[in-house]
């Protein structure tokens, strides 16, 4: 098998168990109170120092195009999960803010969550393995030569 064949091979491995591993877990997902991209938001916000972050640096980091970001922005701002506001060092840009409310909310979802990913990958993979899973998923984020 070929050098091209092989990548071919391994990228279709990836983005197949990536689906189905998905699948599970939107269909077990704990609440209602929240969608699994509403989740991803509150996840992402909840790394950053204060909780929060520019809109254009959050897109980054979510699966979603930057149309639905806003519209699903401006759902959690509706529900008072966060908060945006004109970013002071640049009136072009807007920064989103998770309240209280909005950690208080994702803490319970993520303890819940975080069990079923624990069922699912954990109960599927090796700590070992879950370790090497890790490394190379970072390595495949940081692109060539890195």
């Known amino acids: 098998m ?36 509403e989740y991803d938001v509150l996840f992402n916000l909840s790394r950053q120092p204060d909780r929060r972050a520019r809109i254009r640096d959050l897109n980054r980091q ?12 401006d759902r959690l701002a509706a529900r008072a999960l966060i ?36 069922e699912r990958v954990g109960g599927t993979l090796s700590p070992a393995e879950l370790t090497q899973l890790a490394r190379l998923s970072d390595k495949l984020r940081s692109g060539p030569g890195a």
Not at 8 to 15: H, I, K, R, T, Y
Not at 23 to 37: I, K, Q, V, Y
Not at 62 to 73: C, D, I, K, M, Y
């Open 2 to 37: 070929g050098e091209h064949a092989t990548a071919v091979e391994a990228w279709e491995a990836l983005f197949r168990a990536q689906v189905a591993v998905l699948r599970d877990l939107h269909r077990e997902f704990p609440t209602d109170a929240l969608s699994l991209n």
């Open 62 to 73: 979510l699966l979603l195009t930057q149309p639905s970001v806003s519209r699903l922005l």
């Open 83 to 118: 908060t945006k506001t004109g970013d002071p060092d640049d009136r072009r840009g807007t920064i989103v803010q998770m309240t209280d409310a909005g950690f208080d909310l994702y803490v319970r979802v993520a303890q819940q969550h975080a069990k079923a990913i624990q």
